[in-house]
């Protein structure tokens, strides 16, 4: 098994351009999320997916969008990027159940918004 | 130790001895507990995780301790090794798949 499997994993982009950020996992995890990390600060959820056609909001949503069509894929757009969104973003997925909130992480994606 | 803040601490050990590293968590009413290694470059790995109606649990060379009375988590590693060093941040569950995760201890190990 890959696990989760984000790219790309460098990526320099200029304010107002758009791109996707791809993640996708083989484990058939019914949970994916997309999280960011800043420096001095702690992993902040971005948005999440319970399922295949569900999506909702995390603590930090504003800027991007996601859609999950399969239970798989779960990517993650920037539709215009700004220097704020300059960040480290990690994909995760885990199983859905009480007994089980272990997230695993894809190894993220660095980007710079110049 | 580590907390919800804007400071990275740094833990710097020598090979062989015992690591300690300390979490303050934010609500009593979290029911769960995890610890996360991140290496540099990398994404977080799961190392351990602990329930709320336990005290203590054990791993491989990995010990958590959880303190409710003070809302402190604490990671024990045993005979550090240099290929222990990273940073290391503990997440508490406060709902659904709500996980609010610290910032983050750095442990460098010297040989």
Known sequence: NAGVTQTP????????????LQCAQDMNHEYMSWYRQDPGMGLRLIHYSVGAGITDQGEVPNGYNVSRSTTEDFPLRLLSAAPSQTSVYFCASSYIGTENEKLFFGSGTQLSVL | GESVGL???????????NSIINCAYSNSASDYFIWYKQESGKGPQFIIDIRSNMDKRQGQRV???L???????????AATQP??????FCAERLGFQKLVFGTGTRLLVSP
């Open chain 2, 83 to 88: 290929g222990d060093s990273a940073v290391y």
């Open chain 2, 67 to 77: 303190n409710k009375t003070v809302k402190h988590l604490s990671l024990q590693i």
């Open chain 1, 9 to 20: 994993k460098f990526q320099v982009l200029k304010t107002g351009q758009s791109m996707t």
């Open chain 2, 7 to 17: 400071h990275l601490p740094t833990l710097s050990v020598q090979e062989g001895d």
């Open chain 2, 63 to 65: 010990t958590v301790l």
